[in-house]
């Protein structure tokens, strides 16, 4: 179960065709992690691990859910525009499904790690999953330049197993990026597994490039028993950002050179010369080239120099609005998936009046374009002020934890550091992916917070078991 618990959160095609009122109820991964929760209780014949379940955590939640009921009311006498309104008993319920499963994946997650050797088993199954990533890509890259060959591989990829907004009905829509087979073959976008080829730079991102880096911060390989070998990372990590240029989409380029920044934090001298002479050869070959080659020339022209004028307006105008949402609800938020009328509500002039605002208009739907003002506004400012500062601390005692360790000389002390260090990383490029639009729920970013989370009391036993049996050692010998 440990091998698998990282690769299933990979397919997040809807495979049940029903009607949920949440996310994940036509995905299969709610329904595997309890499978898996079930199994591991009899495994551990029903005890729980320590510290499985936080009172204050507890506590806090239950306040969420109250402020939430509160938020939502008020939202529901606010809003004067029907269509737009949503009925405040069901959405609460709803949104209590929507606690319910996250908190499934931290269960996996934490019945199912439990020592050093567990991790090591999950971490193995997230080497599967960046490689069965990997894969997937190259194919949607081959069928940009040979689709002929690779059209009948790609068609079954969108057929089976690549996610899509809307589900199995987003083919009725004649504007879907899936229209003809598969996401690539409209759009010549690589997307991976995920909806679209933004989600697939932030699904890098957020969730392979931190345990990269670190590794190679280190020179410890995390993912492999051979824990030196070191240059097949070098080799994925430039595989990536090649593939965030090819998806053709700005957050790829931003995440790109962000990733260039970290890992010249960490070179002499010498090796940041040589990367940056690589970066001018490169830059070299793509304006030499820029107009030789047609998928190229859009790919630089069209989703970073020239970006659409009413994408980029209804971008900037929605977040304007989510930022004047949370100044105006700072206390308790809007409430949960009640935004769409405030958003039509408080989009300034410049930003209304186009094809896209139109569409929203018909669906009575505006989404939101910035994850981390979309949570300040439907839960607010109080709130996520205070989950920020339970993630800061959380990470503070990872890294004395992860010191602890050194100052003991643990065999395990490097692979501890390995382990903080990547929670740092994750959770800052987090933040950074928050300025956009992405699935921040979705079952692959749940359980790998939720893997940090596990593994801090996994070491703090470790530890604590260590300095007994030296201190044990050590009265026996006086």
Not at 106 to 112: E, K, Q, T
Not at 122 to 147: N, T
Not at 240 to 255: D, E, P, Q, R
Not at 346 to 356: A, F, I, T
Request: include cysteine.
């Amino acid at each position: 179960m440990k091998y698998l618990i990282w690769p299933i959160s990979l397919f997040i095609f809807e495979y049940i065709n029903i009607q949920f009122p949440i996310y994940y109820g036509n995905r299969i991964q709610l329904y595997l992690y309890i499978f898996f929760i079930l199994l591991a209780l009899i495994q551990l014949r029903g005890e729980f691990p320590k510290s499985f379940i936080n009172k204050r955590v507890v506590v806090f939640i239950s306040i969420i859910l109250v402020v939430q009921f509160i938020a939502m009311v008020l939202s529901y006498y606010r809003i004067d525009v029907s269509g737009f309104n949503k009925h405040p008993i069901k959405t609460y319920i709803s949104f209590l499904g929507f606690v319910c499963s996250i908190l499934v994946h931290y269960f996996v997650v934490r019945l199912n790690i439990n020592d050093l050797n567990d991790v090591n088993k999950f971490l193995k199954g997230g080497w599967i999953a960046l490689i069965l990533s990997l894969i997937v890509c190259l194919i949607q890259l081959c069928y940009l330049f040979l689709p002929s060959l690779f059209e009948p591989l790609v068609r079954l990829i969108g057929d089976t197993v690549e996610a899509r907004w809307g589900g199995q009905q987003a083919n009725d829509n004649p504007s879907s990026f899936y229209m003809l087979g598969s996401y690539v073959q409209t759009t010549f976008r690589i997307n991976g597994l995920t909806e679209e080829a933004s989600n697939l730079a932030t699904q890098f991102f957020v969730i392979f490039i931190p345990f990269i880096l670190a590794s190679i911060k280190n020179k410890f390989n995390i993912f492999n028993e051979q824990r030196e070998k070191i240059f097949p990372l070098y080799i994925i990590l430039v595989i990536i950002l090649f593939l965030f240029v090819m998806a053709k989409t700005t957050a790829g380029f931003l995440f790109g050179a962000v990733i260039l920044l970290f890992v010249m934090r960490d070179m002499n001298k010498i090796q940041r010369v040589l990367v940056i002479l690589c970066a001018i050869v490169v830059c070299s070959f793509i304006f030499q080239y820029n107009f030789r080659s047609e998928y190229l020339s859009e790919t630089i022209n069209n989703f970073l120099l020239n970006k659409n004028e009413t994408s980029v307006s209804n971008r900037s105008g929605t977040t304007l609005a989510l930022l004047i949402i949370t100044v105006k609800n700072f206390l308790t938020g809007i409430g949960w998936e009640y935004h769409s009328y405030y958003i039509f509500e408080y989009l300034p002039d410049w930003s209304r009046y186009n094809q896209e605002y139109y569409d929203f208009i018909e669906r009575k739907e505006f989404p939101i374009m910035s994850v981390l003002l979309g949570w300040t506004a439907e839960f607010g400012i109080v709130i996520v002020g205070l989950i920020a500062l339970y993630l800061i601390n959380t990470q503070k005692k990872f890294r004395k934890l992860s010191n602890q360790a050194i100052d003991l000389n643990h065999k395990e002390a490097q692979f501890i550091k390995v382990l903080c260090d990547s929670s740092q990383y994750y959770l800052i490029f987090t933040l950074i992916s928050s300025a956009f639009l992405y699935v921040w729920y979705a079952s692959i970013y749940l359980i790998v917070y939720f893997f940090f989370v596990s593994i801090i009391y996994v070491i703090s036993n470790k530890l604590t078991n260590n300095a007994s049996e030296r201190f044990e050692g050590l009265h026996e010998k006086n």
